[in-house]
C-alpha cells in the first residue's frame, strides 16, 4: 500500500497540463539545433535544386520558344518556296504552251511554204510540158500546112525559109482569129 500512496503523492505535485521548465528550455534547444541544421545543411539543397528546377524549366521554355519560332519560320519559308515554285511551274507551263503554239506556227509555215512550193514547181513543169506541147503541134501543123500548101499551089515548098514563113503566117492568123478557126471562113 505505500506504493499506491507514494504515487498519489506526487500526482498532487505535478501538474499534467503545465509543462515543467526543464522540457521546455530542452525542447527549445533541441528545435533551435534542428532548425539551425535545417538552415545550414538541408534548406540550401532545396534552393540549389529549386533554383536548378527553375532554370531548367525556364531554359526548357525559351528553347521551346525559340524552337517554335524556328519552325515558324522554316513553315513560312516553306510556304513562300512553295509558292515560289507554284508560280515557277505556271510560267513554265505558258512558256511550253507559247512554244509549243510557235512551233505550230512555225510548221504551218513550213508545210504552206512547201505547198507553195510543189504548186510553183508543178506549176513550172506544166508551162514547160504546154512549151514543148505547142513547139510539138507547130512543127507538126507547120509540117502539115506546108504539105497542104503545096498540095494547094501546086508547087513544093520544101525550102525551109518559105515553109517557116507560110507556117508563122498560118498560126499567126489562127491566134488571131476570135474563135480560133481563122482562115477557114
Avoid at 505535478?14 to 538552415?39: G, S, T, Y
Avoid at 507559247?98 to 506544166?126: C, L, S
Wanted: hydrophobic share 45%.
Amino acid at each position: 500500500m505505500n506504493l499506491i500512496f507514494l504515487a498519489e503523492e506526487g500526482a498532487e505535485e505535478h501538474n499534467p497540463l503545465i509543462p515543467e521548465w526543464i522540457e521546455v528550455v530542452l525542447a527549445l534547444v533541441v528545435f533551435a539545433l534542428l532548425f539551425l541544421a535545417l538552415k545550414k545543411f538541408v534548406v540550401p539543397n532545396f534552393e540549389k535544386t529549386f533554383a536548378e528546377r527553375t532554370t531548367a524549366i525556364e531554359g526548357g521554355l525559351k528553347a521551346a520558344e525559340t524552337k517554335q519560332a524556328e519552325a515558324d519560320a522554316k513553315l513560312a519559308e516553306l510556304d513562300r518556296q512553295l509558292s515560289e515554285a507554284r508560280h515557277e511551274a505556271a510560267r513554265i507551263r505558258e512558256e511550253a504552251r507559247e512554244q509549243g503554239a510557235a512551233i505550230i506556227a512555225e510548221m504551218r509555215e513550213q508545210a504552206q511554204a512547201e505547198a507553195n512550193r510543189i504548186v510553183d514547181h508543178g506549176k513550172a513543169q506544166i508551162e514547160a510540158e504546154r512549151q514543148q506541147a505547142v513547139a510539138s503541134l507547130r512543127t507538126e501543123v507547120g509540117t502539115l500546112a506546108t504539105s497542104l500548101a503545096g498540095r494547094i499551089v501546086g508547087e513544093s515548098l520544101d525550102d525551109e525559109a518559105r515553109q517557116r514563113r507560110v507556117v508563122e503566117r498560118f498560126l499567126d492568123e489562127l491566134e488571131s482569129s476570135p474563135n480560133g478557126s481563122g482562115a477557114a471562113r
